[in-house]
Every structure is written in C-alpha cells, then in structure tokens.
C-alpha cells in the first residue's frame, strides 16, 4: 500500500484549447505510463477518447490516469474547458487536493480563464500555474504574467523564466535553484543543466528578488529575515513556497510546450516537490447519517475508509461505471456502505481508469481516484463508507441548466430514446427531463446548446437511437380582463330525441393562480340537480382548449345563475356543450388577453460588459430589478420574457467573450403587448 504522503491528485484546470490535454499526454509519456505521446488534433490523445471529444477536438468529460514518478504515485483528472461542460471542472475542483492551472502564451488570460480561476480560489485549492504554448507564434510569457496578476484571484510567482519564446523557446532558468536548463529535442522529455544566458542575468535578479518577497510575505518569521538580510536560503525558500501553495496563498508558475514535450520533466519533480499530499491537507468534516453532529476523517489509511463518489459514466456494455475519490482508510474487498441511501453495496472489482482503459487493482487508500461498476443504488453526490463508522460527505451543487429543448425521437422510438436519456441523467447532473404540460412537450434542459447536442450524438454512438432537438413552444396563457353575461344554449332536433341545454353564466377575473372557480347560484328548478356539474364540465374543457389561439385560459371565475330544460330532450352532454358555447362567448365580451411566463434572471458579468448586457436585456423587453456587485463581478436581477431569452446561453458568451453566467428561474405571467399577442395569434391561426 501507497505511503499516503507519496500520493497526489491533481485536476488540470484551464480555457478551452488551452493545452490542458496536451500538457497531461506529455506528463504521461515522461513519466513512462504510455509509450507514445499522443496528441489532441490527430485523436490519438489517450485522454480524449470518445469520438465526440475527438471529432471536436476538445475535452468534454473529466478523463482519468494515473503515473509514478520518483516513488510517487499521481492521480491526473483532465478537465473541460469549454462553458457547456463546467459542471465536470467545478467537481473535479471539489474532490481533488491540487491543480494544475494552465493558461496559453499566446491567448492569455481569456472570460473561461478567469471562471476557472474562481473555482480554484473558491475552494482554496493549491495549484501550479503552467502557461503552455510557448513553442507558438506570438507567445508572450511577460504579457501572460501581467495578465493573470491583474485579472485573476490567484497571486502567481514566477518560478521558471523561459529561456526564448516561439521557435526559438528552448529551456527555462529554475529560480529556486538559480540554474538554467536546456530542453532535449528528440520530444523525450528531459533536460540537461547549462549555464544562465548573459542576457537574462538582470532579469533572473529581479525575478529571483519578487520569488524571495513574496514567499517572505506569507510568513512571519521569514519576512523577518528577509528584510533584515535581504535573502532566504535555498531550503527557507523551498519549504516556505511549499507552505504557502499549501494554503493557497501563492501559486508557482512554471512553462511549457507539451506537444514537443518541453517543460514535463521539470513539471513532474515540481508537482512532487511542492503540491501537497492528501495528508498534508485538513481532516475532512461530514455528518452523521443519523444524528445532526459533525463528524471528521483525517486522511490517513488507519482511519476507517470513506469516499465521495463525484462522477458516474453510462456504459452500455459495461453498465453504470460510478467513480469516488477515497478520502480515508483503505478500500479492499467486495462491499461498502453508502450513507446516503442507508444501504450497503456489492462490488466485483476495483478499478484505476487510464484513460478508456481499467486497472483492476485489489485495494485502494487515500487520495486515490478509483471507480466500481454496476451498482445498484449508488449515484453521484452519494458517500461511501465503512458501516461501523459512517460519515455523509457535503457534495458540491451541480450547475444549474441554462436552456431547454424538445426532445423526440427521429424514427418515433421514444420509449428507447427516453430510457436512453434516464440513464444519462445518472451520468450528468446537469441535465433535467420535464413536461411541459400546458403545451404537451418533453422539454430536455441542460447548460447549452452544445452540451445538449453532445448528448444527442452520444445516445446516438451508444444506444442506437437518434433525438431530435426543436426550439420549445411557449407555453402561453389567455385569461380575460372584464365581466360578462352570457347565455349558452344548445338546441339540436334531428328526428328522434334532440338535445337541449340551456345556461345563463356570469364571468368575471380572480386572482392569478386561482384556476377557475365555479359556483352554482341556480335558484328553484330552472335546471336540475343533475344537470348542473355538466356545466361546469364544459366551461373547464373549453378553459383548457383555450379561445384566442388555443392555449389554456386561467383565472376565471363563472357563476352559473340562470338556464332551462327539456323534459325529454336534455342531457348532460347538452348541458357540457351549453357551458362551452357560453364561456367562449362570454370571454369574447369580458376581453381576452394573452399572458406570457415571464422568467427572473440573475446575470454575473465583468464590469466592462454592465452597459452591452443592459442594453440587450432591455431589448428583449426586459426590466431591471436591481444590481449587486462583487470582486471584479456586477450581478444583474432582471425579468425577462421567457420567449425571448431561449437563445440567451449563446448570445451572452458572444457579449462577455465567454465570462458571462447565468442562472434562470420562473417568476410569474404578465399580458403579452397587443402588438406581440396579434402576432402569435396570427402564427397559431397559420399553423392551424
């Protein structure tokens, strides 16, 4: 067994098409755990292996390895960078005990850049800063720099100056050490020692010089001796930017180039030398399944074993794959307990993922990233335990879905598609299946389009059977906005016995909410007992069908006060076809409306997109309700009509070059403008 301290995991962090899978492949190839370094353009990446990833060429689901180097064993999570899949990062960013935050030369520091940043320093997580791309054209390390010191929350210190940038980016001076080292070009990995370049001689100082400051500043002790002296030892500077990774307060930035593989070895001996093992990290505090009492675990493998499963793949061969990251004890045999449901679970073999591949391995221990398949109850969020010491770990919030369409399938196998659809609701919390049932639609809700449409492709590629995706109707209401008396009769003589129905009705609004209230006012016999539920019958039914354009009307109350009967030819149907013709005339002259959802929705962005944001919302005919600020942060509270928001996931990326986010609840119904109401009438009336 794994020497707990010996271990590392680590989540790779960073903007799309920033070099995180590159940079991983690289680490790998260095490390001797795959035998060729693959890359992400060709698909021959071994962390992007599902061909939606590989058509894409990019990462959409957190991927999972494993390497030794120098008798320590890493846990590698890579991590999406793309907006639709951020839930796996903020998870990732939750369980794991350090990041690697990578940030490419040449784009810098970009909106997806700095909600990765937030995850990181929300959950106080340590993390190397490696700014990757420094092979291609336009690579500025300095411009880099500045840029994640002025716009990010993560303090960087410059550990590795690179010696060249584009084509002529060939080594790095290692600043703690205050020795220069030269990349082989055979793509091996290593590095050979050389002497400082001449003309990097200042500038090494003055690096060398902010490294010992700012380490200094985050102890007491040090910042002493360094005012005094001027200078830290080597092992003062070592063991004081371990510390302060450790409590988040600086993080090392080192270079890269991973696809010529320049930059892995140095990065390999760094995770070892200053990312923190689990059991360096504080006890981890749950609760008692059973007692409302804090209950902790220190990350040691004489605890008893517990873990927090934080990710389930849908496999339609291998079933239900459920992945947890052990926090204590260790993990052996062929059962567990999980708290969260109160029951024990059956397991036939642990396994290391590595890539698309499994590792059975007999027994796990802290820090590790290890994953089951097929059990029964066990889903994402749930925690994992010994019985005889159980403990219910806090799981991090999904995201919530920002956008919604309507799901059908393509050649009508619904049945299929949906349980296709259940089983991936296990696999992404993100994503949620509704009704719609005012206009009779499945809605499938998830953070955007893309996301929706991977999805789409992947039930495809596993479960045989294709979804179709439409823009949801909305589901409006008509409802009435005066009083009127009416009468409803119905009179039909066809030889035989006829039908006769005969109602007088008063209607008049209430309250949103209300539904429709009837009462029956009817005095003597003027239209029995029997007859008189029918009515009511037929003013519902009419209600539901809707009068302007078919949608459902709401908030009526109808009192029925006068009517008469046939002794022979009345009935109930007669009676339910009265109540209907009577309603609908009665709506006519009381005035119709239509009525709109309206959805109340909280906008984050940065302070220079407050003006183009306002000025959209407003022309969706929206209303500001207020504004918040935070750090680098205004938060926009508007009402916005939902008809005109369903594309707003896409549109608010292209406002705020990705660092825009939102979230969108319902709020309430309000009367569509004539103007708007005519046009939808028109297109209902069209269709028809």
């Known amino acids: 067994m794994l020497e707990t301290n010996m271990v590392r995991n680590i989540a790779i962090v960073g903007h799309n098409n920033c070099g995180k899978t590159s940079l991983a492949e690289a680490l790998l190839y260095t490390a001797g755990k795959i035998k060729r370094l693959g890359k992400v353009d060709n698909g021959s990446s071994a962390m992007d292996y599902e061909e939606e990833e590989i058509s894409r060429n990019t990462t959409i689901n957190s991927s999972f390895h494993n390497y030794t180097w120098k008798k320590h064993t890493i846990f590698l999570v890579d991590t999406p960078g793309d907006d639709n899949f951020l839930n796996e990062t903020l998870f990732a960013t939750k369980v ?81 050490e205050n020795k220069a080292y030269l990349y082989a070009d055979d793509n091996s990995g290593k590095m050979s020692a050389a002497d400082i370049p001449a003309d990097m001689s200042e500038d090494v100082e003055i690096y060398r010089e902010s490294l010992m400051e700012s380490v200094a500043e ?131 073999q642990l396994y290391l993922l590595e890539g698309k591949d499994q590792k059975p391995v007999d027994k796990v221990g802290p820090g590790a990233m290890v994953a089951v398949a097929k059990l029964k109850e066990t889903v994402t969020g749930d925690s994992l335990c ?46 949620k299946l509704t009704r719609e049932q005012n206009t009779g639609e499945v809605l499938l809700s998830g953070v955007g389009q893309i996301h929706l449409e991977v999805l789409s492709s992947k039930i495809k590629r596993k479960y045989g059977v294709e979804m179709a995706l439409s823009t949801p109707k909305i589901p409006y209401r008509e409802t009435i906005k005066g009083k009127a008396r009416v009468q409803g009769k119905h009179k039909k003589q066809s030889g035989g016995r006829g039908q006769y129905g005969d109602c007088w009705i008063e209607i008049e609004p209430v309250e949103s909410g209300s539904g429709l209230i009837f009462e029956d006012k009817i005095v003597g016999g003027v239209i029995p007992q029997t007859y008189r539920p029918a009515v009511e019958k037929g003013i519902q039914e009419a209600m539901e069908k809707g009068v302007l354009a078919g949608y459902p009307v709401v908030d009526i109350k109808a009192v029925l006060v006068d009517g008469s009967f046939h002794n022979v030819d009345s009935s109930e149907m007669a009676f339910k076809i009265a109540g209907s013709l009577a309603f609908k005339k009665g709506a006519q002259e009381a005035g119709l409306v239509m009525l709109e959802p309206i959805m109340e929705i909280t906008v984050k962005i940065g302070k220079d997109n407050v003006g183009d944001v306002m000025g959209d919302l407003n022309s969706r005919r929206g209303k500001v309700m207020g504004m918040d600020s935070e750090e680098n942060f205004e938060i926009i509270n508007a009402q916005v009509p939902m008809a005109e928001i369903q594309t707003y996931a896409n549109d608010l990326t292209s406002m705020t070059g990705g660092l825009g986010s939102f979230s969108i609840n319902f709020s309430h119904y309000e009367e569509v403008p004539g103007m708007i109401a005519e046009k939808i009438i028109a297109a209902t009336n069209t269709e028809e």
């Open 96 to 176: 794991c005990d350090s990041a690697i935050f990578t940030v490419g030369a040449v784009l810098g520091v970009k909106g997806q850049t700095i909600k990765f940043a937030n995850f990181i320093a929300d959950a106080r997580l340590p993390c190397i800063i490696t700014i990757t791309k420094m092979d291609r054209e336009r690579a500025n390390f300095e411009k880099t720099v500045t840029e994640i010191q002025e716009q990010l929350p993560i303090k960087p210190v410059v550990i590795q100056l690179p010696i060249g940038a584009e084509e002529n980016f060939k080594g790095f001076v290692d600043l703690l």
């Open 218 to 348: 985050t102890d007491d002790e040090l910042i002493e001796k360094f005012l005094e002296e001027g200078e830290l030892t080597h092992a003062e500077l070592v063991e004081g930017l371990k510390n302060a990774v450790l409590s988040a307060d600086i993080a090392p930035v080192t270079v890269s180039a991973a696809p010529l593989n320049k930059g892995s070895e140095s990065l390999l001996n760094t995770i070892n030398e200053l990312l923190p093992s689990p059991a360096d990290k504080p006890d981890r505090e749950g609760t008692h399944p059973d007692k409302e009492e804090t209950v902790t675990r220190k990350p040691s493998v004489d605890e008893k074993f517990s873990a927090l499963v934080f990710k389930t793949m849908a496999d339609p061969y291998a079933g239900r794959l459920t992945i947890f990251r052990v926090y204590s004890g260790i993990l052996s045999g062929d059962s567990f307990y999980n708290s969260s449901k109160k029951t024990s679970e059956r397991f036939g």
């Open 386 to 431: 010994d019985a005889s010491a159980p403990i219910v770990y806090p799981c991090p919030e999904p995201l919530k879905p920002v956008i919604s369409f309507a799901v059908s399938a393509k050649q009508g196998d619904e049945e299929k598609l949906f349980s296709s659809i259940t089983k991936m609701l296990d696999e992404d919390r993100t994503l």
